[in-house]
Nanobody, 119 residues
Framework: QVQLVESGGGSVQPGGSLRLSCVAS????????MGWYRQAPGKQRESVAT???????NYADSVKGRFTISRDNAKNTVYLQMNSLKPDDTAVYYC?????????????WGQGTQVTVSS
């Protein structure tokens, strides 16, 4: 059974930084894509950043140059370093992982961690 456990959320002032972590159980190398999504109150969940097994990254335009996604295969962990945080970054952040069973994709989600940016 795959489990994703996030940590690192909290409250920070505008301009501050946070680092989110997501520890995955199961075979980490089997996850072809991992990523971070967020959902603000009253809004749809949106992709923030993704990273493939090979290390290719992709970012939402709103976070480019401020956020960095990375993965440590030895620790079964994916990170999201968030710098220059803005109030618009306030949301619940979710870790996501996708793997294939033969040709059938399976998507997993963490429980979410709250990030609040406010003065």
């Amino acid at each position: 059974q795959v489990q994703l456990v996030e940590s690192g959320g909290g409250s920070v002032q505008p301009g501050g930084s946070l680092r989110l972590s997501c520890v995955a159980s199961g075979s980490f190398s089997s996850f072809v894509v991992m990523g971070w999504y967020r959902q603000a109150p009253g809004k749809q969940r949106e992709s923030v950043a993704t990273i493939t097994h090979g290390g290719t990254t992709n970012y939402a335009d709103s976070v480019k140059g401020r956020f960095t996604i990375s993965r440590d295969n030895a620790k079964n962990t994916v990170y999201l370093q968030m710098n220059s945080l803005k109030p618009d970054d306030t949301a619940v952040y979710y870790c996501n992982a996708v793997r294939f069973y033969d040709v059938t994709p399976a998507t997993y989600w963490g429980q979410g961690t709250q990030v609040t940016v406010s003065s």
